[in-house]
Protein backbone atom coordinates (compact mmCIF):
# COMPACT_ATOMS: atom_id res chain seq x y z
CA UNK A 1 0.00 0.00 0.00
CA UNK A 2 1.89 2.94 -0.85
CA UNK A 3 1.49 6.16 -2.93
CA UNK A 4 3.73 7.36 -5.65
CA UNK A 5 4.06 11.30 -6.75
CA UNK A 6 5.64 12.13 -10.13
CA UNK A 7 5.94 14.66 -12.52
CA UNK A 8 8.28 17.23 -10.95
CA UNK A 9 10.71 19.24 -12.87
CA UNK A 10 12.40 22.63 -13.87
CA UNK A 11 9.86 25.03 -15.43
CA UNK A 12 10.76 28.67 -16.19
CA UNK A 13 8.25 31.39 -14.32
CA UNK A 14 4.69 30.96 -16.22
CA UNK A 15 4.93 27.70 -17.49
CA UNK A 16 3.20 24.61 -16.64
CA UNK A 17 3.23 21.29 -14.98
CA UNK A 18 0.93 18.46 -14.28
CA UNK A 19 2.00 16.32 -11.05
CA UNK A 20 0.65 12.95 -10.26
CA UNK A 21 -0.03 11.08 -7.44
CA UNK A 22 -0.26 7.17 -8.06
CA UNK A 23 -1.75 4.75 -5.50
CA UNK A 24 -1.01 1.07 -5.39
CA UNK A 25 -2.91 -1.71 -2.79
CA UNK A 26 -5.48 0.30 -2.73
CA UNK A 27 -8.71 2.60 -4.64
CA UNK A 28 -7.98 6.01 -4.49
CA UNK A 29 -11.62 7.29 -5.34
CA UNK A 30 -12.40 5.91 -1.81
CA UNK A 31 -10.17 8.39 -0.18
CA UNK A 32 -9.61 12.22 0.69
CA UNK A 33 -6.85 12.95 -0.92
CA UNK A 34 -4.21 15.90 -0.68
CA UNK A 35 -1.86 17.89 -2.30
CA UNK A 36 1.07 19.45 0.18
CA UNK A 37 4.12 21.10 -0.09
CA UNK A 38 6.85 22.19 1.32
CA UNK A 39 9.02 24.77 0.16
CA UNK A 40 13.13 25.15 1.21
CA UNK A 41 13.49 26.38 4.63
CA UNK A 42 9.46 26.27 5.12
CA UNK A 43 7.19 24.02 6.82
CA UNK A 44 4.39 21.86 4.90
CA UNK A 45 1.17 23.76 3.56
CA UNK A 46 -1.52 22.21 2.04
CA UNK A 47 -2.43 23.33 -1.56
CA UNK A 48 -5.49 21.32 -2.56
CA UNK A 49 -7.72 18.93 -0.81
CA UNK A 50 -10.57 16.36 -3.02
CA UNK A 51 -12.98 14.46 -0.86
CA UNK A 52 -15.39 11.75 -2.55
CA UNK A 53 -16.77 11.35 0.69
CA UNK A 54 -18.81 14.39 1.00
CA UNK A 55 -17.82 16.73 -2.13
CA UNK A 56 -15.22 19.07 0.20
CA UNK A 57 -12.33 20.57 -1.16
CA UNK A 58 -9.85 23.52 -1.46
CA UNK A 59 -7.65 25.60 -2.58
CA UNK A 60 -5.05 27.71 -0.82
CA UNK A 61 -5.74 30.73 -1.74
CA UNK A 62 -1.94 31.59 -3.39
CA UNK A 63 -2.80 28.88 -5.68
CA UNK A 64 -6.50 29.46 -6.72
CA UNK A 65 -7.52 29.81 -10.20
CA UNK A 66 -3.66 28.25 -11.24
CA UNK A 67 -3.94 24.65 -9.92
CA UNK A 68 -6.46 21.96 -10.80
CA UNK A 69 -7.09 19.12 -9.11
CA UNK A 70 -8.49 16.46 -10.88
CA UNK A 71 -8.77 12.13 -10.25
CA UNK A 72 -8.26 9.23 -12.52
CA UNK A 73 -10.30 6.47 -11.43
CA UNK A 74 -9.09 3.76 -14.18
CA UNK A 75 -5.34 4.96 -13.86
CA UNK A 76 -6.01 5.06 -9.85
CA UNK A 77 -4.25 8.24 -10.34
CA UNK A 78 -5.08 12.22 -9.39
CA UNK A 79 -3.37 14.83 -10.69
CA UNK A 80 -2.18 18.66 -10.12
CA UNK A 81 -2.46 20.86 -13.18
CA UNK A 82 0.05 23.91 -12.18
CA UNK A 83 -0.34 26.87 -14.64
CA UNK A 84 1.63 30.15 -14.49
CA UNK A 85 3.49 28.88 -12.48
CA UNK A 86 5.60 31.48 -9.46
CA UNK A 87 9.17 31.10 -7.85
CA UNK A 88 7.22 30.96 -4.84
CA UNK A 89 5.60 28.11 -5.95
CA UNK A 90 8.72 26.07 -5.90
CA UNK A 91 8.62 23.14 -3.36
CA UNK A 92 8.91 19.38 -2.92
CA UNK A 93 4.97 18.16 -3.55
CA UNK A 94 3.39 14.97 -1.32
CA UNK A 95 0.14 13.70 -2.08
CA UNK A 96 -1.38 12.04 1.15
CA UNK A 97 -4.56 10.15 1.66
CA UNK A 98 -6.85 10.45 4.47
CA UNK A 99 -9.59 7.64 5.54
CA UNK A 100 -13.12 8.69 4.67
CA UNK A 101 -14.78 10.79 7.24
CA UNK A 102 -17.80 12.67 7.79
CA UNK A 103 -15.46 15.86 7.72
CA UNK A 104 -13.82 15.28 3.87
CA UNK A 105 -11.42 18.05 3.76
CA UNK A 106 -11.59 19.82 6.78
CA UNK A 107 -11.41 17.08 9.00
CA UNK A 108 -10.25 18.99 12.42
CA UNK A 109 -7.57 16.54 13.11
CA UNK A 110 -5.67 18.63 10.02
CA UNK A 111 -2.97 16.64 9.22
CA UNK A 112 -3.34 13.95 11.73
CA UNK A 113 -6.09 12.63 9.45
CA UNK A 114 -3.93 11.44 6.95
CA UNK A 115 -2.95 8.09 6.87
CA UNK A 116 -0.61 7.18 3.95
CA UNK A 117 1.76 9.90 2.73
CA UNK A 118 3.65 9.88 -0.77
CA UNK A 119 7.43 10.54 -1.12
CA UNK A 120 7.08 13.71 -2.74
CA UNK A 121 7.91 15.07 -6.29
CA UNK A 122 10.49 18.30 -6.58
CA UNK A 123 9.12 21.24 -8.34
CA UNK A 124 11.39 24.31 -9.03
CA UNK A 125 10.34 27.46 -10.98
CA UNK A 126 13.41 29.62 -12.40
CA UNK A 127 12.74 33.14 -12.30
Known amino acids: VQLQASGGGLVQTGGSLRISCTAS????????IGWFRQAPGKGREGVSC????????YYVDSVKGRLTFSRDSAKNTVYLQMNSLKPDDTAIYYCAAAAPSAYGCYDPRGTDAYILWGRGTLVTVSS
Open 25 to 32: GFRLNSYT
Open 50 to 57: DSTTDGSG
